[in-house]
């Protein structure tokens, strides 16, 4: 494998490993970029080698981040769209495969760009926002809101802080910005909280599953399970492309020196770096098609995404 190549493709495995690269839009295209230069690399390949060798490499560089199906599903895009056109040589296969990442690409920023206009919509009115994490979604909605009476709160995300890039961001674009400690998120949704409660919820969210329910990350069931209890509407900003097309939640668990670098010997730490939403506490989800009912994603999906439902 030429070194130059081999060197970039080893690069952004480490940066998606060490979450240097993190959300789903970023990681997507990341992965792209590393089947395009696989493609080069396998050139000399004869085709159905080729296709063989960038189908199961691909899918295996999918899986850096178990919990991000949308990587997955430029995979399987890629894969399905080269099948279907039935390519006669590997030169036009890695043709192919230039087109289709770029298609895939187009359309997570297009998506993106319609999911941003659509959320804009619920934050008119009552505009106490809790968000959790950084999502790349949630902000742009909120930097994009023709409202001018914005108050967010946002957690500070630990192990890693995350939320950090959330406060930094949104009150460089002038919105008024509150950070809370992780723990703090339930109590400030709930009624006992008085004049510090929060109007909705906003957040992003990893995975997307069949019935609507959601991953994100850990702590957002907490806060989930608050607004139901409380009844303060749960919005989840989610490309619909994040859907998991095997509808199997996979919880990623990350290294114990994220949470304690110089920890005991004398006890365990779980990292869990995820958890999950049940449909039945979501108002809604912000999609590229409106904000949808979770119960409307499966059929959604089926009918505007029909290669991601495809098993072969």
């Given at each position: 494998?030429?070194?130059?190549?081999?060197?970039?493709?080893?690069?952004?495995?480490?940066?998606?490993?060490?979450?240097?690269?993190?959300?789903?839009?970023?990681?997507?295209?990341?992965?792209?970029?590393?089947?395009?230069?696989?493609?080069?690399?396998?050139?000399?390949?004869?085709?159905?080698?080729?296709?063989?060798?960038?189908?199961?490499?691909?899918?295996?560089?999918?899986?850096?981040?178990?919990?991000?199906?949308?990587?997955?599903?430029?995979?399987?895009?890629?894969?399905?769209?080269?099948?279907?056109?039935?390519?006669?040589?590997?030169?036009?296969?890695?043709?192919?495969?230039?087109?289709?990442?770029?298609?895939?690409?187009?359309?997570?920023?297009?998506?993106?760009?319609?999911?941003?206009?659509?959320?804009?919509?619920?934050?008119?009115?009552?505009?106490?926002?809790?968000?959790?994490?950084?999502?790349?979604?949630?902000?742009?909605?909120?930097?994009?809101?023709?409202?001018?009476n914005i108050e967010v709160f946002n957690t500070e995300t630990r192990p890693l802080f995350q939320g950090r890039i959330m406060a930094e961001n949104l009150t460089?674009?002038g919105i008024k910005t509150t950070m809370l400690v992780d723990s703090a998120a339930d109590f400030f949704i709930s009624k006992h909280s008085g004049k510090l409660?929060?109007?909705?919820?906003?957040?992003?969210?990893?995975?997307?599953?069949?019935?609507?329910?959601?991953?994100?990350?850990?702590?957002?069931?907490?806060?989930?399970?608050?607004?139901?209890?409380?009844?303060?509407?749960?919005?989840?900003?989610?490309?619909?492309?994040?859907?998991?097309?095997?509808?199997?939640?996979?919880?990623?668990?990350?290294?114990?020196?994220?949470?304690?670098?110089?920890?005991?010997?004398?006890?365990?730490?779980?990292?869990?770096?995820?958890?999950?939403?049940?449909?039945?506490?979501?108002?809604?989800?912000?999609?590229?098609?409106?904000?949808?009912?979770?119960?409307?994603?499966?059929?959604?999906?089926?009918?505007?995404?029909?290669?991601?439902?495809?098993?072969?």
């Amino acid at each position: 494998m030429n070194s130059k190549n081999l060197d970039k493709i080893k690069k952004i495995i480490k940066d998606i490993k060490d979450i240097k690269i993190q959300g789903a839009t970023n990681i997507s295209i990341a992965t792209i970029e590393i089947l395009k230069l696989l493609a080069i690399e396998y050139k000399n390949l004869n085709i159905n080698s080729f296709i063989n060798k960038i189908e199961k490499t691909g899918t295996k560089m999918a899986l850096l981040r178990k919990t991000e199906p949308m990587t997955q599903n430029a995979i399987k895009y890629v894969i399905y769209n080269i099948k279907k056109a039935n390519p006669k040589t590997t030169n036009e296969t890695i043709n192919n495969i230039n087109k289709y990442c770029d298609e895939f690409i187009k359309l997570i920023k297009s998506n993106d760009e319609k999911l941003i206009k659509n959320g804009i919509t619920i934050t008119n009115t009552n505009n106490r926002i809790l968000t959790h994490c950084h999502s790349s979604s949630v902000e742009k909605i909120l930097i994009n809101s023709k409202s001018k009476n914005i108050e967010v709160f946002n957690t500070e995300t630990r192990p890693l802080f995350q939320g950090r890039i959330m406060a930094e961001n949104l009150t460089k674009a002038g919105i008024k910005t509150t950070m809370l400690v992780d723990s703090a998120a339930d109590f400030f949704i709930s009624k006992h909280s008085g004049k510090l409660m929060m109007d909705k919820v906003i957040i992003g969210c990893d995975s997307i599953s069949w019935n609507g329910g959601i991953v994100n990350k850990i702590g957002s069931y907490g806060i989930s399970l608050s607004c139901k209890h409380n009844k303060t509407p749960l919005y989840i900003a989610g490309n619909l492309l994040k859907m998991d097309s095997d509808n199997i939640i996979n919880i990623e668990i990350r290294e114990d020196s994220e949470v304690w670098h110089k920890k005991g010997n004398k006890f365990d730490i779980i990292n869990i770096a995820f958890d999950f939403v049940p449909a039945e506490f979501i108002t809604g989800i912000i999609c590229e098609f409106g904000i949808i009912k979770p119960k409307e994603v499966k059929n959604i999906v089926q009918s505007n995404y029909p290669w991601l439902m495809n098993k072969k």
